[in-house]
């Protein structure tokens, strides 16, 4: 599996995440466009991932809830901006339950050979928000849902025998 490098330099209200897939930059994007897909590794392995819309289209809207075994929901919603292709996907995210604090991902796909790195940078509106994201423990759910991802990819790539 890869690894995911964060990075959330002092003093800027910036989170940079960076990993990279054995899998072509189509492959990827379908991964997060196609909620079939999205909800097989979206977020940490101990939730179950519930996609209410995802209008993968400029000004389309988005919103899913992570539930976990106790039936506790947390719920993120957000705007589609701009073309989503394969060159690159822009959107907002707000997690509901820190209503008013909303971030602006991009997110690109760049390919090298047969591998594709994922760049997501993350803009918040304070650096008070951002370290707020830093230390709800972003970066475990980050790490389990991209190896989900690698897993996910690499069945899509297995043969069905």
């Not at 050979?113 to 370290?131: K, L, M, N, Y």
Request: proline share 5%; charged share 25%.
């Amino acid at each position: 599996m890869g690894t995911t490098e964060i990075s959330a330099p002092d003093g800027l209200p910036f989170i940079d995440i960076r990993r990279t897939f054995k899998a072509t930059p189509e492959l990827l994007f379908r991964a997060h466009s196609e909620p079939d897909l999205l909800v097989r590794w979206l977020g940490p392995r101990k939730y179950t991932t519930i996609i209410e819309r995802y209008e993968v289209r400029d000004g389309g809207s988005w919103r899913y809830i992570n539930k976990d075994d106790s039936g506790n929901e947390y719920a993120f919603h957000g705007v589609f901006h701009g073309p989503q292709t394969v060159d690159g996907m822009t959107q907002t995210f707000e997690y509901e339950g820190f209503p008013g604090h909303v971030s602006l991902d991009h997110l690109t796909f760049e390919q090298r050979g047969d591998e594709t790195v994922i760049h997501v940078h993350t803009v918040f509106q304070s650096v008070g928000a951002r370290d707020g994201m830093v230390a709800s423990g972003m970066e475990s759910g980050v790490n389990d849902g991209y190896d989900r991802l690698d897993e996910l990819v690499a069945s899509m790539l297995t043969p069905a025998h």
